[in-house]
């Protein structure tokens, strides 16, 4: 079954093969959204899971958010704990597919390393292509070396920045200090932000 196809990642959620699932928000992400004062900016939430971070962005007032993720399984999930969460801003699809937009804020959160290394370019792209002039890009990437077996796929902050410049202002990148213990010293956090004009 191939890494980026629904059938992968749904049957993971039927079988409980869900190692990634932390059961609530990265501590990080819930920092850096507490720091945001204004509560009507558009926010996508790719590759979300089960979305705990939108669940916390609902609960703190946040409203137009949009969840995206390949298999239904998790966004049913959410939905089962919020059941106020809209519908409608509940996308099953391919990230790679959704034509909607722009964002002002894109969370990332384990959905880049969960992808085959051959799409980051297109991440990236695709990205960029999203977000409204000034949007961010910001989360949580791993640091750990890049192998062939995955997911997760890791890299390195030099390839994250190599990758990332030619599109985004590198505004922090650095080892995030309120992982969850497993996670401590392998990740890291990032804002990247679009010029005014796109590229
Ligand atoms: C490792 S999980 C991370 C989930 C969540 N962000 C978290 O941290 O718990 C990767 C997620 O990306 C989703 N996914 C994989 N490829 C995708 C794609 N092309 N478009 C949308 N979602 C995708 C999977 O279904 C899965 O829920």
């Given at each position: 079954m191939k890494i980026n196809s629904e059938d992968y990642w749904s049957e993971r959620y039927r079988n409980g093969s869900t190692g990634w699932d932390m059961g609530g928000p990265a501590p990080a992400l819930t920092a850096y959204a507490d720091?945001?004062?204004?509560?009507?900016i558009r926010i996508l939430l790719p590759g979300a899971g089960r979305a705990y971070e939108a669940e916390y962005l609902f609960r703190a007032g946040f409203t137009a958010l949009t969840v995206i993720d390949i298999a239904a399984e998790p966004l049913a999930d959410l939905k089962a704990r919020?059941?106020?969460?809209?519908?409608?801003?509940l996308i099953p699809a391919d990230f790679f597919e959704f034509q909607g937009g722009p964002f002002d804020l894109i969370l990332e959160h384990t959905f880049f390393c969960a992808l085959p290394p051959a799409l980051r370019s297109e991440y990236v792209r695709k990205m960029a292509a999203l977000l409204a002039p000034d949007g961010k890009l910001a989360g949580l990437f791993f640091s750990f070396p890049l192998t062939e077996?995955?997911?997760?796929f890791g890299g390195s902050a030099a390839e994250y920045r190599a990758l990332f410049s030619p599109y985004f202002e590198i505004k922090t990148l650095e080892q995030a200090t309120n992982s969850i213990p497993p996670r401590m010293g392998n990740e890291l956090f990032f804002i990247f932000e679009l010029p005014e004009q796109q590229l």
């Open positions: 720091q945001l004062t204004d509560k009507s919020v059941p106020e969460f809209p519908e409608s801003q077996q995955g997911p997760p």
